[in-house]
T-cell receptor
């Protein structure tokens, strides 16, 4: 299994530009989570999906952030317009949840720098 | 609300010595507890989890953790530390322990193993 795949691995952009981060979960997994990691705030949950449906987006910092999961094998996190304070590492994780003991598996992350 | 605390930002240990990374939790019911490790410029990797049963859980890379209900702790341990164990360690909890609910992560503890 290839694991959770994220692209791009690195992104450098200028303030005001649109940024799109992509995630392919592990095949067969039915839940997907987007996290953001910064030195100041640690690991924060942004949004998560169950069976492609957004369940909780309360962690999304503001309307500039949006996430979609059009099918079971693909999700995007979009920032429009981007700001320097959005600079962080963004992780996607997936899990298969039919029991109580689900383990989340993380992708390698996208390191975003907004200038 | 569920939460975890990692009281130490940094732990230093000499190679060959035992190591402990501390974690305490707060949940309303019976917790499901996880440990993850993050190496530089990598995503989080699953180490081990406690769901039920034996309080001593063994995981990857020789790590183990002991669930202590009375002390609400789930400390990570290894009998003999390696320099390659140097990384950022995260404790996480899920409550209620069912379904595809997100994990709640601690802020992380940076482990440095000195040769």
């Amino acid at each position: 299994d290839a694991g959770v795949i994220q692209s791009p691995r690195h992104e450098v952009t200028e303030m005001g530009q649109e940024v799109t981060l992509r995630c392919k979960p592990i095949s067969g997994h039915n839940s997907l989570f987007w996290y953001r990691q910064t030195m100041m705030r640690g690991l924060e949950l942004l949004i998560y999906f169950n069976n492609n449906v957004p369940i909780d987006d309360s962690g999304m910092p503001e309307d500039r952030f949006s996430a979609k999961m059009p099918n079971a094998s693909f999700s995007t996190l979009k920032i429009q317009p981007s700001e320097p304070r959005d600079s962080a590492v963004y992780f996607c994780a997936s899990t298969y949840g039919q029991g109580d003991a689900e383990t989340q598996y993380f992708g390698p992350g996208t390191r975003l720098l907004v200038l | 609300a569920q939460s975890v605390a990692q009281p130490e930002d940094q732990v230093n240990v000499a190679e060959g010595n035992p190591l402990t990374v501390k974690c305490t939790y707060s949940v309303s019911g019976n917790p499901y507890l996880f440990w993850y490790v993050q190496y530089p410029n990598r995503g989080l990797q699953f180490l081990l989890k406690y769901i039920t049963g034996d309080n001593l859980v063994k995981g990857s890379y020789g790590f183990e953790a002991e669930f202590n209900k009375s002390q609400t702790s789930f400390h990570l341990k290894k009998p003999s530390a390696l320099v390659s164990d140097s990384a950022l360690y995260f404790c996480a909890v899920r409550d209620p322990p069912s379904g595809n609910t997100p994990l709640v992560f601690g802020k992380g503890t940076r482990l440095s193993v000195i040769a």
